[in-house]
T-cell receptor
Framework: EAGVVQSPRYKIIEKKQPVAFWCNPI?????LYWYLQNLGQGPELLIR????????DSQLPKDRFSAERLKGVDSTLKIQPAELGDSAVYLC?????????FGEGSRLTVL | GQNIDQPTEMTATEGAIVQINCTYQ??????LFWYQQHAGEAPTFLSY????GLEEKGRFSSFLSRSKGYSYLLLKELQMKDSASYLC??????????FGRGTSLIVHP
């Protein structure tokens, strides 16, 4: 069974440019999470989806970040415009209510 | 809100035993996870405790005391490959785990 798939693995952009990350969760997992992880820190929740509904997005900086999960499967996280402080690893995870299964993450570097 | 505290870094010798502690303060506690994360890789699930007591799984064991807001991960017969970050995550309510900052474990020969 395929795990959580994320792309791109690495992205380098200049500040003020847009960037998008894609996540394909494990088949049948209704719950999808986007986390942000800075170096030496634990993952911090950005948004959680139950099927296509965003049920917890209080930590998502909505002025520049947006996310969607239109058909309740794949999800996209977008940043526009990116700032230097957005450099981090963006982790996607999915679950059926128990343990979380993480993708390998998308490492963003903003120059 | 939640407050999760774990040591930043620990070192241990190959073949030894190490205990990584995690303390937390939260309302609506509904379980505690331990994850392992090697540098540059995704976190992988190690254990889940929702009731008090010790859960053993091979070389790894996890303990929970809900009344004390305390958990530990015990790693036995340490191997070099156990060098990684160990993340404690507390679930409050339904599905939302909140992670601590992680403990970087360095295993040396």
């Amino acid at each position: 069974e395929a795990g959580v798939v994320q792309s791109p693995r690495y992205k380098i952009i200049e500040k003020k440019q847009p960037v998008a990350f894609w996540c394909n969760p494990i088949s049948g997992h209704n719950t999808l999470y986007w986390y942000l992880q800075n170096l030496g820190q634990g993952p911090e929740l950005l948004i959680r989806y139950e099927n296509e509904e965003a049920v917890d997005d209080s930590q998502l900086p909505k002025d520049r970040f947006s996310a969607e999960r239109l058909k309740g499967v794949d999800s996209t996280l977008k940043i526009q415009p990116a700032e230097l402080g957005d450099s981090a690893v963006y982790l996607c995870a999915s679950s059926t209510g128990g343990e979380l299964f993480f993708g390998e993450g998308s490492r963003l570097t903003v120059l | 809100g939640q407050n999760i505290d774990q040591p930043t870094e620990m070192t241990a010798t190959e073949g030894a035993i190490v205990q990584i502690n995690c303390t937390y303060q939260t309302s609506g506690f509904n379980g505690l996870f331990w994850y392992q994360q090697h540098a540059g890789e995704a976190p992988t699930f190690l254990s889940y405790n929702v009731l008090d007591g010790l859960e053993e799984k091979g070389r790894f064991s996890s303990f929970l005391s809900r009344s004390k807001g305390y958990s530990y991960l015990l790693l036995k017969e340490l191997q070099m490959k156990d060098s990684a970050s160990y993340l404690c995550a507390v679930r409050r309510g339904s599905y939302i785990p909140t992670f601590g900052r992680g403990t970087s474990l360095i295993v040396h020969p």
